[in-house]
Nanobody
Framework: QVQLVESGGGLVQVGDSLRLFCATS????????MGWFRQAPGKEREFVAR????????SYVDSVKGRFTVSRDNAKNTVYLQMNSLKPEDTAVYYC????????????????WGQGTQVTVSS
């Protein structure tokens, strides 16, 4: 049974930083491409960042480029999302997801999902 558990969310002020964690189990983590997505109230889920299985490739949605960094530690079965210079528009539930097949920006290509962690940025 593949499980993904996010943590690290919280309530912060504009300009603050947060580091999200996604701990995984039940599979060979290094075989999976990983993605971060978010969903704000009343909005559709959107892609935030992705990292390839070996960690050599990453990409981001334009709105977070230069502020967010995705990384992974295959020895710890964990993927991270470092979020700096947070803005109110970053407020959302953040989800990590795993894909055994696709290094993708599309949520439909991810098979396994975590339960989400709330990030709230207050002005």
């Amino acid at each position: 049974q593949v499980q993904l558990v996010e943590s690290g969310g919280g309530l912060v002020q504009v300009g603050d930083s947060l580091r999200l964690f996604c701990a995984t189990s039940g599979h060979t983590f290094s075989n999976f491409h990983m993605g971060w997505f978010r969903q704000a109230p009343g909005k559709e889920r959107e892609f935030v960042a992705r990292i390839s299985s070996g960690g050599t490739s990453t990409s981001y949605v334009d709105s977070v480029k230069g502020r967010f960094t995705v990384s992974r530690d295959n020895a710890k079965n964990t993927v991270y999302l470092q979020m700096n210079s947070l803005k109110p528009e970053d407020t959302a539930v953040y989800y990590c997801a795993a894909s055994p097949y696709y290094y993708s920006t599309r949520g439909a290509d991810y098979v396994y999902w975590g339960q989400g962690t709330q990030v709230t940025v207050s002005s």
